[in-house]
């Protein structure tokens, strides 16, 4: 179980330019979580995929954020025209997500996150 | 906006005390989750509860469920360093995606 990885770690860009982060979660987890966690403050929602199917959206996500998780596995999140707000740290996560569990009661794998400064 | 409240936001104490988290709301969940976080790592879940009233331990930890199912406490006895962190609480209602509390950093000193 290598557990749930992010890539970069860090990401430094500037005001204006696109980033996209990758998220690969554990292998048999069929649900994927992004959050935003900015600092001082707890993860905050922003979309769930179940296997390849994009079922929820906070709205927290712009329409400058997209995300992809085109085969059910890796997921990707990418941000536009990046601004100095959306600097924080972007948690990914992923569970079983087996019927007769309530999503609600879910045990969610984060991974370490990548952390976006914008400048 | 945060719909869960922790107090304290700081809690830093010596080796060997006791402490008590709180996590308070005005939203009914249907579990509440307690995470820990390390600097520059994500959460990770140290317990689920999911009925009014239900008490679990998790040995030195002790974790609460509000009878209304709208608020928690984490009690920690015989604090030691490796408490240290960031802790969590985080609501679950029947769509996918917890509500995170705003946090307290505990701060255990040898």
């Known amino acids: 179980d290598t557990g749930v990885s992010q890539d970069p770690r860090h990401k430094i860009t500037k005001r204006g330019q696109n980033v996209t982060f990758r998220c690969d979660p554990i292998?048999?987890?069929?649900?994927l979580y992004w959050y935003r966690q900015t600092l001082g403050q707890g993860p905050e929602f922003l979309t769930y995929?179940?296997?390849?199917?994009?079922?929820?959206k906070s709205r927290l996500l712009s329409d400058r954020f997209s995300a992809e998780r085109p085969k059910g596995s890796f997921s990707t999140l990418e941000i536009q025209r990046t601004e100095q707000g959306d600097s924080a740290m972007y948690l990914c996560?992923?569970?079983?997500?087996?019927?007769?569990?309530?999503?609600?009661?879910?045990?969610?794998?984060f991974g370490s996150g990548t952390q976006l400064s914008v400048l | 906006t945060q719909l869960l409240e922790q107090s304290p936001q700081f809690l830093s104490i010596q080796e060997g005390e006791n402490l008590t988290v709180y996590c308070n709301s005005s939203s009914v969940f249907s579990s509440l989750q307690w995470y820990r976080q390390e600097p520059g790592e994500g959460p990770v879940l140290l317990v689920t509860v999911v009925t009014g009233g239900e008490v679990k331990k998790l040995k030195r930890l002790t974790f609460q469920f509000g009878d209304a199912r709208k608020d928690s406490s984490l009690h920690i006895t015989a604090a030691q360093p490796g408490d240290t962190g960031l802790y969590l609480c985080a609501g679950g209602k029947r769509e996918p995606g917890l509500t995170f509390g705003t946090g307290t950093r505990l701060t255990i000193i040898p």
């Open positions: 996560a992923s569970s079983l997500g087996l019927r007769d569990v309530l999503v609600s009661n879910e045990k969610l794998f």
């Open positions: 995929f179940q296997n390849e199917a994009q079922l929820e």
């Open positions: 292998s048999e987890h069929n649900r």
